[in-house]
Every structure is written in structure tokens, then in C-alpha cells.
């Protein structure tokens, strides 16, 4: 399908200012693979609203409740999950933003809040739904690879329903990884729902994925190899600095930027680099992607009332390692990283349990 760049961007940014002020979007992911083939997930996430997070895991047989089209909760679908689910669960609700299960899939949602728009059902349809918030829960909770997600998941509705701490619909898309090699991007455009295969594993926000992969093919002079020397009018022309063959790479932090360093990066680090450890190496790469606070401004640049700029940056960020079934945290305000075994845990609870993670840093003194 032809796409015309011009007049998507332009509905894009004319659309971008009737978001909620507040809530930015910022969100990258990518994955390494292991010569196993199994891959380490990392992603970071960013808002403009504090929001607030703590480590769960989810026993097999939890019992869900979904949200309806009316927004009450429990008036949609309700499900017994049939896997053990950890990840970072949002303000002590059944809400998980990004997670792994005991199969080794792993992924969440990512904000999409111009092109999303989710399904309307309405009688008996509603109560075979649930609310976008709640399908990383559903997907986590009940597949265990992208192939059951793509047969199972448009057996149910996903309505748009508000989630009240937001005020708003949560508008998102989802990706995950799955322990035989395979990746999906779903998102919900005029309430039809999209799989797209990810065989390179990136992810960021809008515009939609299969714009952003048409977007990697203005970017093929891209190399980690250096440019050598190049004669022009008799003269020699030498790069001064490493770094030639990336030169023309965006480094701003919108999210077609994001997702094309996403990219560059770990398919660099899969080709070149094999022998390093998956999980350093992907705290390496995703440290590339924080926002620090104060360099993107929502709220047209305005402060609330008590003289507070809205800002994105960069609250958590995460590396999920699938074979090991472990998820490693880090979250702003500290430098520490906290590992989380699944394998170190009773996937047969009878409750959800959940973790603060400390906002701590911790420097190690070099002595004689």
C-alpha cells in the first residue's frame, strides 16, 4: 500500500494537539538474539505524568476481570489466567504495562494516541471485551506465542473505555517476542485490528508500525562500517572522526528517530558483536535511549499551578532475558538495577503479589 508521507505527517501533527497535554509518549524497544535463538528484550518508558509502578507476578489462575465499554470494572470479560505473569504493574490495579510470562513471551504496550482507535461492541459483545489497558494482562495471561496471540486474540473485543486515573482512553499498541523466534506488533486503526510480523524487533510510537518500516528503507546507506578515503577534484577526502557510516542517523528524540536508532543498534550488536553478553549488552544500548527530564515539554511549554513543567522522561526501563525467564528494573530517581527469577517464585499463589522497586544508586568505593 502507497503511502503519502507529506499528508500523513501533517493530519499526524495536526492531530497531535488534541491529546491530553499531559501525556507524552516516548516509548522504544528492541531485542538481541542469542545464537540459541531465544533474545533479551529492553525497552524503556516515558510519560509527561508521573506513573507510578511496582514489580508483580501473577500466579497461574488468576482470576481477571475485564472492564466493559462502560468503563465499570468487572462488567466485561472475566478469564482465569492460565500463566504465571511478572512485570510493572500501574497504580496496584490488574494493569500490566510490560511483563514476561513463564513461556518466555515477552512485551507490552507502547502509547499510539493519533492513529489508535479500538472496537465498539456493544450488547453481548461487551461482555466479550475488555479495555486497551488490559490486553498486555489478557495476552501474558493466556499465550504462550505470537502464533496462539494472532488465533486468539480477535476472539474477544477491546473496547475504549476510560481509564479514570487517565481521564482518557489508553491508547496504545502492543508488541511481543515469543521463545521460538517470532515477534508482533497489533494495533487497533477505524477498530479493525492489525498483526504485523516484526523480524527485526524495534518498536516505538507513531506513526503506526508499517509506516516506520517503510521509513528504514530512506536509511539503507546506514553502516557501522567507516567511510574510507573518497578523491574529489584530485584531492583526498579522509573522515576526521569515527562514525562516517552512521553519519545521517536522527539523534532527536522523536519516535521515527527512535525507532530507526533501534534499529542501527541492535542489529549492529546481533551482526558484530555475538559474543557479548545479551543482558550487559542491552543495558548498553537502552541507557542510549533515556530522555532526561527538561528536554521534552508537554503542555505547550506551560507549568501547572504551581509553576511545574510537564515534562517526558524516561520513568522506568527494563531488559527481560527469556530463556532465564528473568526481568531486570531500573527506575528514575536511582541507578540500581533490581533482578526479578521467575524461577524463584510459586507460579501456583493464590494472589497476585507485588514490589516497590527502591529509587537507590549505589557507588562501589576502589580501595588498596
Known sequence: MKIRLSKVISAM???SFAIAPAISNACTSF????????IVYARTIEFAM???MKIALYPRNYQFKGTGPDGIAGSGLHWNGKYAVTGL???????IGDGMNEKGLVGGMQYLPVSTDFQNPTGADAKNSIASYQVVNYILSNFATVDEIKAGLPKI???SSILDKWNAIVKMHFGFHDANGKSVVIEFIKGKINFYDNPIGAMANEPPFDWQMMNVENYLNLSPVDLGTKK???VNFTPRSAGSGMHGLPGDFMSQSRFLRAVEYSQAADKYAPELPRVELAWHIINMFDIPPGTILANGGKTDSKGKYFYDYTQQT????QKNLTYYARFFGGSDIFKFNMKDHDWNAKERKQWSVPKTSSYKSLTN
Not at 504493574?89 to 494493569?95: I, K, R, T
Not at 527494563?318 to 532475558?321: K, S, Y
Open 318 to 321: 527494563v531488559v527481560g532475558d
Open 31 to 38: 531485542i538481541l538474539k542469542n545464537k540459541d535463538g531465544s
Open 232 to 234: 574529489i577534484g584530485g
Open 89 to 95: 504493574n500501574a497504580y496496584d490495579m490488574d494493569l
Open 13 to 15: 501533527l495536526i492531530a
Open 50 to 52: 508521573d506513573l507510578p
Open 157 to 159: 473485543y477491546v473496547n
